[in-house]
């Protein structure tokens, strides 16, 4: 849904770049003699000569357009060269643009704040760098203005004669006469030209620009010529470009809501939204979108430049086109192991060069459906990621199984492993969404855990910015399933209420189910797991909440003694030759059975009845210390390979822990060094003036609470 958002009176200069013909580019860097040819890169799948995905402007000039087939290509433009783009897994593999345009953002960003918005585009806010280069010399002052910027086209800047066009861009560019908004246009252009020079000089790519004063207009201006050019946006052309401006063009306006006000309103260009009054527009589509529209007539947009260098998400997917739409679900597991490989060695590789990890695992998918002419869509999926290509593919299928059970109903469902009739899957994808930074820090207590660092982790401190890029649709809206697993709960979750609420709601579940894990679900059908029934699917909010949180606080009241003792002694035992690992791997050791007992019952459910206090004591202890060890493992993707202790863990049967019931004080009984950034990673899992350090949480969870 668009959103509204105001515009500050203060003079802000935007920049819209976009990369010409992007594939094409890349392939001809890749192969120089494909330059100056008419060139086109198809998809992988070869029907008809392939699918166009990016067309060379040599093509273009024939004719050439991306919605046609090799084969047609050829026809119209029998010289065209024509590329496949490179394959992996059986299908496109895009990381080669992918690198190219992180190529491309890395020079852009050294001139200000940019948001990468998909694999070639980049907004950049450089209200900063015009305001100081305004201040050092107007444009008025320039005797030498580069050739580049003297090709900008300054929309509303009337030129009688094509050949006296860049004198005229020249005085425009330095009235001295010009209000405050467009002397930072002019230097804002100035810019923006000498980064696409750079541009050119360090990646051989060309790209166009559009300078506004914010991202809507910027981003109109930047197709409006083309390549290897850019268009200028003058405060006092915004009603002129706007008044013809097709409605279905814009941004978010070209799908149900354009189509509305064509139909419903008779608005065909944006300039016809002018008769509306906000209030008529708020009355038909809502306060928000109507004030959207409002804005939009006007060139109002308030969008800030987020900031963001790194892709907002990951997907992987794959089309099925015509008679290769998958049938048997032994296919769709096929594919979807190998989108799976894809997005997960993507996130390992995101985590290892940005320390960044994805919380939520998402499933696509379309169909046909055979037997009726049912226009349902296949619903999408939603579930907690988990790290490792094994466990991502466990958790895709089952979201898949879960997708394809409501999407024909559970009883038709019966052709499992079999060839059917009633369906077939045109298109798979899964996404890997809600990014967020790992603390800082981890390094030096991975280390200190004896796990392994990737090389390049230790190169590269992680960006404060985190695109948005082949990216699937937002989960928010599509159902999703609240399995709650260690990874999810120890991390990522900014707003501490949020993630508290999330675990307490999640916490009942977790006693019947260890860790929700969804790799125990014998055929994804089981009762406890998330994917059992419908009834265990929930709806994301925006925040990542689930309808779980309605439900009461567990029954199951835990005796957490403190730590501190046990620790004493532990780490005093260690002195000198001080390993967390090593004692973590005594408290595996000194807790194993009664884990294990633990373990059973949380598995079945059963309330706590191990016994005595000192059995249970200890067992609460155990995990604790685990808990502590697990957040770095999982959080760093090392599992701690090659730790004896770690053994202790995988081998145990899967434990989920309640991080309110970590004791911090734990903290004060480890080395020095290593306490701020353990404090650090528990700091947003605490709950401040509720557990108070050293308490017991049987008190807290006893009813005499405050
Ligand atoms: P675009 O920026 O839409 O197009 P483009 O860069 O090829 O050409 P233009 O100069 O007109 O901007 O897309 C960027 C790249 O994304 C494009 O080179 C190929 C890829 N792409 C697809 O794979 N499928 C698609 O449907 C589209 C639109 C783009």
Redesign the pocket.
């Known amino acids: 849904m668009p959103v509204a958002t105001r515009e500050t009176s203060d003079a802000r200069i935007i920049a819209h770049v976009?990369?010409?013909?992007?594939?094409?580019q890349v392939e001809q860097r890749k192969q120089p003699s494909l330059r100056g040819l008419p060139t086109a890169?198809i998809q992988y799948n070869s029907y008809k000569g392939g699918a166009l995905?990016?067309v060379s402007y040599e093509a273009r000039k024939y004719g050439v357009k991306?919605s046609m087939r090799g084969d047609e290509a050829q026809e119209v433009c029998p010289q065209i060269q024509l590329v496949q783009v490179p394959v992996a897994r059986g299908k496109a593999d895009l990381n080669t643009y992918r690198n190219a345009g992180s190529e491309v953002v890395s020079v852009l960003a050294s001139k200000g704040r940019c948001e990468r918005a998909s694999?070639?585009?980049v907004y950049m806010d450089l209200t900063e760098a015009a305001e100081a280069m305004l201040k050092e010399s107007s444009p008025e002052n320039l005797d030498d203005i580069h050739e580049e910027v003297l090709k900008s086209h300054v929309l509303g800047l009337h030129v009688e004669d094509e050949r006296d066009a860049k004198r005229e861009v020249r005085k425009w560019l330095c009235r001295s006469d010009a209000d405050y908004h467009d002397k930072l246009l002019a230097c804002g252009a100035i810019i923006v030209a000498e980064l696409r020079m750079q541009v050119l000089k360090e990646t051989e790519f060309t790209c166009s620009a559009g300078i506004a004063h914010n991202k809507m207009l910027a981003k109109l201006a930047s197709a409006m010529n083309?390549?290897a050019q850019q268009t200028i946006v003058p405060r006092s052309s915004v009603k002129g470009l706007l008044e013809s401006f097709p409605i279905k063009k814009m941004k978010q306006l070209g799908g149900k809501l354009g189509s509305s006000l064509q139909s419903d309103l008779g608005v065909n260009t944006v300039g016809e939204l002018l008769k509306f009054s906000e209030e008529k527009l708020q009355q038909r589509y809502g306060i928000n979108t109507g004030t959207w529209l409002w804005n939009i007539a006007r060139g109002i947009n308030g969008e800030e430049v987020e900031g963001r260098l790194l892709p907002k998400s990951h997907g992987s997917g794959k089309t099925f086109p015509g008679p290769q739409a998958l049938k048997t679900i032994s296919s769709v597991q096929h594919w979807l192991n190998q989108l799976c490989e894809e997005l997960s060695e993507r996130l390992q590789s995101d985590l290892d060069q940005n320390k960044r990890i994805a919380r939520t695992l998402t499933l696509h998918a379309r169909t046909y459906k055979g037997d009726s002419d049912s226009h349902k869509n296949f619903p999408s999926k939603s579930c907690p990621l988990r790290y490792g290509a094994a466990k991502i593919q466990e958790d895709a299928i089952n979201l898949f199984q879960a997708g394809l059970r409501e999407y024909i109903g559970f009883h038709n469902n019966k052709s499992q492993g079999s060839q059917n009739s009633s369906w077939g899957i045109t298109s798979l994808s899964v996404g890997a969404s809600k990014m967020v930074n790992i603390p800082s820090g981890t390094h030096s207590i991975v280390k200190y855990f004896g796990g392994q660092l990737p090389p390049s982790s230790s190169l590269k401190q992680p960006p404060e910015n985190v695109i948005h890029e082949a990216a699937p649709s937002s989960p928010s809206g599509s159902e999703s399933c609240s399995g709650l697993n260690s990874y999810e709960s120890q991390l990522g979750y900014p707003e501490e209420d949020t993630r508290v609420k999330y675990l307490k709601a999640s916490f009942g579940e977790q006693l019947q189910d260890s860790s929700c894990d969804l790799s125990r679900q014998g055929d994804g059908l089981t009762e406890e797991s998330p994917l059992s029934s419908s009834q265990a699917f929930h709806s994301w909010n925006e925040n990542g909440t689930t309808e779980r949180e309605a439900q009461p606080e567990p029954k199951r009241i835990h005796a957490i003694p403190t730590l501190k003792a046990v620790v004493k002694k532990n780490t005093a035992k260690e002195k000198g030759n001080c390993s967390i690992l090593e004692l973590f791997k005594n408290y595996s050791d000194q807790c194993t059975s009664s884990e294990k007992q633990h373990a059973t019952n949380a598995q079945t459910g059963k309330t706590s009845s191990i016994g005595s206090e000192s059995n249970y004591n200890s067992d609460s202890t155990c995990n604790q210390v685990e808990s502590l060890k697990e957040i770095y493992c999982e959080a760093i993707g090392t599992n701690n390979r090659g730790s004896s202790s770690t053994q202790a863990v995988e081998g145990r049967p899967s434990w989920s822990y309640r991080m309110e019931e970590i004791d911090p004080s734990v903290v004060d009984e480890l080395p020095p060094e290593i306490q701020q950034e353990f404090r650090a990673w528990l700091r947003p899992l605490k709950r401040p003036n509720v557990v108070k350090r050293g308490s017991i949480i049987t008190h807290y969870f006893s009813g005499n609470k405050n």
């Open positions: 976009d990369m010409d013909c992007f594939y094409v890169v995905i990016a991306r694999i070639d585009e083309k390549p």
